[in-house]
């Protein structure tokens, strides 16, 4: 049974944070049935993004499911749309498409393209994959919803990587948010620190990234990217600042839930059953992925979860 | 003979000229009247590209960028997205030149309703040299799904267009000039994105017939060259394409069958503009002989705008020779 959130939750009680991990959880399961179905398309991030995604369509975002194109709704834009395993599964379980739908992924004809293409699927608010330019198209939406109504309570949401910060039009999009004051805006930027070729402090490092943002005119928090009672007030917070587009910081673990992938960067672009080899072999890969999961890496038994 | 709903009399000491920028700047200004839902963005080139006419008189429907022209074309997408109708204006080199994969990306693969308007498009940007003067952008834009692509002719013509983008719910792109531009339309000549005009017709009394198709600025010399040759003894006639995707395919066959051989004019490169548009077609339902004018696979530089078009083959008298060589 789906219902729109469409108000905010001011304090998450334990319940609430209890039902939203459990979605979380299911989410991630089917990330890793789809992809390993699918044969191709990427792992760390969309595990890594599963709460914060979870508690944007199950606790933050208005929006409704049956009327992708409500008016009144806030937007998503996701700008690193390699993880788009983690939108659609979200969306699924929101009730956009049937969940089953999830297994086309990347497969002909299927409306859940490799990256995510706007026409294909109703509730994509944007194409995106050539990382860097959703923050601009959430900037664009944040500045003419402004101009039709400056008192708007429609917020556009858009979600980055941070090696997609390396992307000079990020700074570009930035400049103009924050001379613009796009109270409007609420970036969160998947701080999971890897990125194809390796980990983001060895391939480009971008700290101190807060004092980057800072110094374009946001407001910048940082949280733990799992825990949903800070992220949920993290974004209550930055609903909050008028004067200022918002930037959350969201410090995730790439692959968070299937312990034998975390923290690995080589996980970035592989699906399970292609991913290396040192700790499960490739044959087990989603198996032991989706045991992790319902397991909750093994500190419980999976029938009390199913 | 000459169409007689454009310019009467032109010859090449009387012809009035203006920039198509100058029609931009005008159709911008009446579109945003129309429509509340226009709105320009620039990239620090606001008098340049004539936004400012627009920009004074709407200040709240203008955002300057400051010079980032692939957030322009992204922000322009997302504004689309909740109903704006974004013009989006630099010079062609850097947009769509720099902007290319944003066009790409977010305003054609979503088929987002935004007006992509390239200045300083051509050679005949003149002193400021290669860097500026865009020369392929009606390839890379041709070769994008969704994408118009249109040449204005003049300044009557760079109004209309603009005023026929703004109305037409999709991508467009349309470039302007730098320079001035010989005035061949009136207010009055029709103007409609993909259709093709007939601007001078052919003695049929001649035996040799060619056809002179041309986008953009050089449609005058088009039309001088047809009159020269014309005077030479050779039938020539004249079909003003100024919209070059989607190519006006009907009238492009009708009028190569009504004529032994083709010469394309346009100031671009000869690869993937007018002239591979026109061949493409024609290759597949009627070959035929045709001459391609244009930029032929080099760079610009610095000089007037006169004298370069000259010296990259794009004059009269090199139109009149390629047309007798193509046709004999």
């Known amino acids: 049974m789906v219902v729109i959130l469409n108000t905010i939750m001011q304090y998450l ?64 834009v996701l700008s690193n749309g390699h993880i788009c395993p983690v939108l659609y599964a979200t969306m699924a379980h929101a009730g956009y498409f049937p969940v089953e739908e999830l297994l086309t992924l990347r497969k002909f004809g299927s409306r859940l393209q490799g990256h995510p293409h706007r026409q294909s699927l109703p509730g994509l608010e944007n194409s995106s994959g050539p990382l860097g330019s959703g923050l601009s198209q959430a900037v664009g939406m944040a500045l003419a919803e402004r101009m039709d109504n400056p008192y708007s309570a429609k917020f556009m949401y858009c979600l980055t990587g941070d090696g997609e910060l390396q992307e000079g039009q990020i700074w570009e999009a930035a400049f103009l948010a924050g001379k613009e004051q796009l109270n409007n805006l609420i970036v969160i930027v998947d701080r999971n620190g890897i990125q194809i070729d390796g980990y983001t402090k060895d391939v480009m490092p971008m700290e101190p990234l807060v004092e980057k943002f800072e110094a374009f005119n946001f407001d910048v928090q940082e949280v733990d990217g799992h825990n949903m009672r800070a992220l949920n007030d993290a974004i209550g917070k930055a609903q909050a600042v008028y004067s200022q587009p918002s930037v959350i910081i969201a410090h995730t673990i790439a692959s968070k839930g299937v312990d034998v992938f975390e923290r690995d960067f080589r996980w970035h672009g592989n699906p399970p059953g292609k991913g290396p080899e040192d700790r499960v072999t490739k044959d087990k890969q989603s198996s032991v992925a989706l045991e992790k999961l319902r397991t909750l890496a093994g500190t419980i038994n999976n029938h009390d979860t199913k | 003979m000459f169409a007689d709903n454009i310019q009467p009399n032109l010859s090449p000491d009387t012809v009035e000229k203006s ?46 960028m400051g010079i980032a022209e692939q957030n322009m074309a ?69 070769a994008m799904p969704n994408m118009i692509v249109i040449a204005p002719a003049d300044e009557h013509e760079a109004r209309k267009a603009t005023l026929a983008a703004a109305k037409h719910v999709g991508p467009v792109y349309f470039r302007l000039g730098r320079s001035a531009t010989p005035i061949v339309t009136t207010p009055d000549t029709p103007f409609e994105i993909g259709k093709a005009q007939k601007f001078y017709s052919r003695d049929e009394s001649l035996e040799k017939k060619v056809g002179i198709i041309t986008t953009g600025s050089l449609v005058f010399n088009g039309l001088m060259a047809a009159q ?92 009149v020779e390629a047309a007798k060589k193509v046709v004999e």
């Open chain 2, 228 to 319: 020269k040759l014309q005077e030479a003894g050779i039938g020539a006639s004249v079909l003003h394409m100024a919209t070059i995707k989607p190519l006006d395919e009907e009238a492009l066959l009708a009028f190569a069958q009504e004529h032994d051989a083709l010469v394309t004019v346009e100031e671009h490169q000869v690869a993937g503009g007018l002239g591979g548009a026109v061949a493409e077609y024609l290759s597949g339902v009627h070959p035929i002989k045709i001459a391609r004018i244009g930029v032929q696979d080099v760079f610009g530089q610095s000089g007037e705008p006169d004298e370069l078009i000259e010296y990259y083959g794009m004059g009269i008298d090199s139109i």
């Open chain 2, 19 to 64: 920039p198509t920028r100058n029609g931009y700047g005008d159709g911008l200004l009446e579109a945003g009247k129309r429509d509340k839902n226009v709105v320009a963005l620039c990239c620090d080139l606001t008098e340049s590209t004539r936004t400012n006419k627009f920009a004074d008189e709407f200040p709240e429907r203008f955002v300057q």
């Open chain 2, 74 to 142: 992204s922000v322009a997408s997302g504004m689309s997205a909740v109903g704006k109708i974004p013009f989006i204006a630099s010079y062609a080199m850097f947009s769509p030149g720099r902007s290319w994969e944003q066009i790409r990306t977010t305003i054609a693969y979503n088929d987002s309703n935004v007006k992509i308007v390239g200045a300083h498009a051509g050679v005949s940007v003149g002193p400021d040299g290669a860097t500026h003067q865009a020369i392929e952008d009606m390839a890379i834009m041709r």
């Open chain 1, 13 to 76: 009680t334990s319940e609430e944070v209890t039902e939203l991990e459990f979605k979380a959880n299911e989410i991630r399961q089917s990330i890793i049935e789809m992809l390993t179905e699918a044969g191709s398309g990427h792992t760390a991030g969309p595990l890594g993004m599963a709460d914060v995604l979870t508690l944007l369509y199950f606790g933050i975002l208005k929006h409704d499911p049956k009327n992708p194109d409500w008016e009144e709704r806030d937007r998503l």
